[in-house]
């Protein structure tokens, strides 16, 4: 098979719901292989470490933030070289596969804007009550953590069960991350995704399913855009959201 079959939308969602995941040796190769690591990194959604400096920068709306309005834009910038990293596992291949998975709406980002700029975000899958963190990157201080403290708020009101980060890095630890055994792992996965459909638009969208939308609904925002963005929860709303278990 080549890359791009097997890449095609219901192996990749079957993949992540057996917990496994694609990577390439390099930014240009054109291959991929499957991971499924022995220790596995997540994040337990009650225990994200709102730092003191992190909740004030929240709370002070340093950034805008939104939801699934550059996916793609996420993606490469993920992929693009880094000053401890030059190469990237995000191929081509798998930028087209993944921005696929957006468009079924089984895949989903969330963007940090400074004075029009995209300098941080996240993006990653989501099956059932499981979100499958796949990357995020930050070019101004506290962009990506910002992102990452709205998606935990995102996933925290909308019913998720499981944020898989699959590598543990100090810089998830920092933030709650731990690492847990493939078999732990896979016992939280396997309540996560259970009943979930994994093949096909919208196949994900049950009663056991998480609703990634619903902290938008939660208070009115005069004169919001009718888009998916966060601005119907301030950051004053996700500090003090995430701060009742911090």
């Not at 719901?17 to 337990?44: Q, T």
């Not at 693009?80 to 696929?100: G, N, V």
């Not at 898989?164 to 933030?175: K, N, R, Y």
Request: proline content about 4%; hydrophobic content about 45%; glycine content about 10%.
């Amino acid at each position: 098979m080549t890359s791009g079959e097997l890449l095609h939308p219901d192996i990749l969602l079957r993949a992540y719901s057996a917990g496994i995941f694609p990577m390439a040796e390099s930014r240009d190769d054109h291959d991929v292989y499957w991971v499924e690591p022995k220790r596995r990194g997540i994040l337990p959604l009650d225990g994200f470490r709102l730092s003191h400096s992190l909740a004030k920068t929240l709370r002070r709306r340093t950034f805008n933030v939104t939801v699934d309005q550059d996916f793609e834009g996420v993606m490469r910038a993920c992929a693009a070289p880094q000053p401890d990293r030059e190469d990237s596992w995000i191929s081509e291949e798998i930028i087209a596969a993944y921005t696929q998975l957006h468009r079924l709406g089984h895949a989903h980002s969330i963007e940090t804007w400074r004075d029009g700029q995209l300098v941080g975000g996240l993006y990653g899958v989501s099956i059932g009550r499981a979100f499958f963190g796949e990357s995020m990157f930050s070019r101004v201080t506290d962009a990506s953590k910002v992102a990452l403290a709205y998606l935990v708020a995102r996933l925290k009101v909308g019913g998720y069960s499981l944020l898989d980060c699959q590598f543990i890095t100090p810089h998830l630890a920092s933030l709650g991350a731990i690492e847990i055994s493939r078999e732990a792992y896979r016992a939280l996965l396997s309540k996560a995704v259970a009943g979930a459909g994994v093949s096909g638009a919208g196949a994900t969208a049950s009663a056991t399913s998480g609703d990634f939308f619903a902290l938008d609904a939660l208070a009115p925002a005069a004169g919001a855009a009718a888009t998916k963005v966060s601005g119907p929860a301030s950051g004053q709303f996700i500090a003090q959201l995430l701060g009742q278990t911090s």
